[in-house]
């Protein structure tokens, strides 16, 4: 197949293969239980997680990674990243199910299935970073020894697929000793490993029956139900009887499954947003609004809790990737752009409270609980947090940060300070404050022992971007309480929170 040299995004259907059409439950596929020889590039919270989960199901895998340091930490038993079930799994699997190397070259050799799992950054455009891919690929190309299916696990825009493949065409490869997958990844950062084993679908976007059979064989043990008989399986909400489904599709399919999912789970946090600042104008209560709006079934209750606004390592880049994948097509895709601005303006609208809550922010003392784009990790990449205490350091307050798991991270972007320290927990962090903020949904926020933190306050004023707290509670212990799309809880001496100018 000859493609002609013009961007991926515009190459016609007609230049790519017949999709393999598909679901899982109309076709029927009997498969044993095979091993597969796999190798996964990247050892980042996508790949480090699948390749010890692809162990856990029984195959054989090899784990690469150019940062040496990181191979060392990962073949000396450490383990860098905080995810749930990692460390138990790791020490499972290392050194038998998966092993760890910087030798991309022959980990390819020895693998019939090379998942890549490298980072696909926001470009200044907005458009996704491909390079890390390209560099992977054109690395893989020079190791190809027999027939081998390439698949992509990093999130990638459309008709990445073909340009893999074109990639390995110039660098000589037969095209009958390779294919091109489309594996997009849906697993969540602090629930990845149960995500990975439990997922809600497989997508297997593939352009031949050869590959996608061999990509059946992969999933088969979370497909077939195998995994879950076993007595030392993680139990979740797969299970033998009702297993994991897999969705074949077209390559090109798959890419936009990924793109398009995250987009519109993005749209219902900044959906909710927007409605949560039209509750606050009259007196509304967004947690029952979300509530009400919640029980209907074709709406559902999840990614509607008003807050901060998204952020982490793939909302935000993958509705910019979207976003440029839809203009270059000539696609009016206003929709993208209104997602992304409702969520920036998020952030401001919640500094602002701060300051209406507290008028003047020079000299005051802040705690700020959370730095973590979300509970349950230790990444930071865009979070909300990082981007509310940065405006407030420029607002000349003083800030006393604490989060379980992010303060390593958190401390290579925003260094110690005369403005900023980091605490050992909640109540140092709220020590002498003029206010606490909570930037981050930890469970261990929500569970505070809130005479402590009143007493530990200069002021019992609390700042809730993510509405962890009924306003009733924090009264009742004495707090003013701001949050989210609810009206304000003062106490009466400490007065009314007042829009600034008003
Ligand atoms: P990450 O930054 O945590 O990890 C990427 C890893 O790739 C790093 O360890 C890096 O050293 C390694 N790498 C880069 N270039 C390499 C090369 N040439 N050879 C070998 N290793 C190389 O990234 P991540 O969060 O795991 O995300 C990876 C991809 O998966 C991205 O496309 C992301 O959008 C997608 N994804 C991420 C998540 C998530 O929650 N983090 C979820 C679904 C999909």
């Not at 059409?21 to 095979?34: A, F, I, L, T, Y």
């Not at 497989?202 to 008989?229: D, F």
């Not at 509304?284 to 709406?299: N, Q």
Request: charged share 25%; net charge negative; proline share 5%.
């Amino acid at each position: 197949m000859q493609i002609a040299e013009r961007p991926a995004w515009s190459i016609s259907r007609e230049s790519t293969e017949q999709p393999l059409r598909g679901n899982p439950q109309r076709r029927q596929h009997k498969h044993m239980s095979k091993q597969v020889s796999i190798c996964v590039i990247g050892s980042g919270y996508v790949g480090l997680v699948a390749s010890v989960c692809f162990a856990e199901v029984g195959h054989r895998v090899i784990c690469v990674d150019n940062d040496e340091t990181k191979v060392k930490t990962l073949c000396e038993g450490g383990v860098p990243i905080f995810e749930r079930h990692l460390p138990e799994l790791l020490a499972k699997h290392r050194g038998s199910g998966v092993t760890f190397t910087t030798d991309l070259g022959a980990a390819v050799e020895k693998s019939e299935v090379i998942f890549i799992a490298v980072g696909t950054p926001q470009g200044d455009t907005g458009a996704a970073d491909l390079s890390y891919v390209e560099a992977v690929v054109s690395e893989i190309a020079r190791s190809i020894d027999g027939y081998k299916v390439i698949v992509e696990k990093s999130t990638v825009p459309v008709y990445t697929n073909e340009w893999i493949r074109r990639v390995l065409n110039r660098y000589g490869v037969d095209p009958h000793s390779f294919d091109v997958v489309s594996n997009p990844e849906f697993l969540r950062e602090g629930t990845a490993v149960m995500d990975f084993l439990h997922p809600d679908r497989i997508v297997v976007g593939a352009n031949s029956e050869r590959s996608a059979e061999l990509l059946r064989s992969v999933y088969e043990p979370l497909t077939g139900g195998s995994y879950y008989a076993q007595p030392d399986a993680l139990q979740g909400k797969c299970s033998a009887s009702e297993p994991a489904k897999l969705l074949v599709t077209s390559a090109q399919s798959a890419e936009i499954i990924k793109h398009a999912s995250n987009s519109f789970l993005a749209l219902k946090i900044s959906f909710i947003n927007a409605v949560a600042n039209l509750a606050e104008t009259v007196d509304a209560d967004i947690e029952d609004i979300a509530t009400g709006m919640g029980m209907d079934s074709r709406i559902g209750p999840k990614f509607l809790s008003a807050g901060l606004g998204y952020g982490g390592s793939c909302f935000p880049k993958d509705v910019a990737a979207f976003q440029w994948v839809a203009q270059q097509q000539g696609v009016e895709f206003q929709l993208l752009e209104d997602i992304r601005k409702i969520n920036e303006t998020q952030r401001e609208v919640f500094f602002n409270k701060v300051r209406a809550a507290l008028w003047t922010l020079r000299g005051k003392r802040l705690a700020a609980l959370g730095l973590a784009f979300k509970g349950d990790t230790d990444d930071i990449r865009e979070s909300p947090a990082i981007e509310v205490i940065k405006m407030l350091l420029e607002a000349d307050a003083l800030v006393s940060a604490y989060d379980p798991a992010a303060m390593e991270r958190a401390r290579e972007v925003l260094p110690p300070s005369e403005k900023l320290s980091y605490a050992a927990d909640i109540y140092e962090a709220a020590k002498d404050a003029d206010a606490v903020l909570i930037l981050t949904d930890w469970a261990e926020f929500s569970e505070i022992d809130l005479a402590r933190l009143n007493q530990a306050a200069h002021f019992p004023i609390v700042i809730d971007g993510r509405n962890l707290y009924t306003p009733r509670v924090m009264l009742d212990h004495g707090f003013t309480y701001v949050s989210v799309g609810r009206p304000a809880a003062y106490q009466a001496q400490q007065g009314k929170p007042r829009k600034l100018g008003v």
